[in-house]
Nanobody, 118 residues
Framework: QVHLVESGGGLVQPGGSLRLSCAAS????????MSWYRQAPGKQRELVAR???????TYADSVKGRATISRDRAKDTVDLQMNALKSDDTAVYYC????????????WGQGTQVTVSS
């Protein structure tokens, strides 16, 4: 079992930056693939960025060059730094932990709202 708590959301102006943090607690957190997803009103949840246990990263095309995902194994946190924010980035952002060898071990945080608006 992995428990995830997101923080860092809020209101930011277009062109601004935001850093989201996901605090993970549970067993063997470091072997999980950690991801950030987002869901905008009326849209499906989509992958924003992912980092594997060996620190391989993947980004959605819509955020490439503007987002950086990182993990701190000592603190069991996964951060998402987003720059040059656009109104299209407005969404609820969710942290996800996925066990690479057991698909039943798939955990989600409660989400944090990010609103990009002037």
């Amino acid at each position: 079992q992995v428990h995830l708590v997101e923080s860092g959301g809020g209101l930011v102006q277009p062109g601004g930056s935001l850093r989201l943090s996901c605090a993970a607690s549970g067993s063997n957190v470091n072997i999980y693939m950690m991801s950030w997803y987002r869901q905008a009103p009326g849209k499906q949840r989509e992958l924003v960025a992912r980092i594997t246990s060996d620190d391989t990263t993947t980004y959605a095309d819509s955020v490439k060059g503007r987002a950086t995902i990182s993990r701190d194994r000592a603190k069991d946190t996964v951060d998402l730094q987003m720059n040059a924010l656009k109104s299209d980035d407005t969404a609820v952002y969710y942290c996800n932990a996925y066990h690479p060898r057991n698909p039943l071990l798939d955990f989600w945080g409660q989400g944090t709202q990010v609103t990009v608006s002037s």
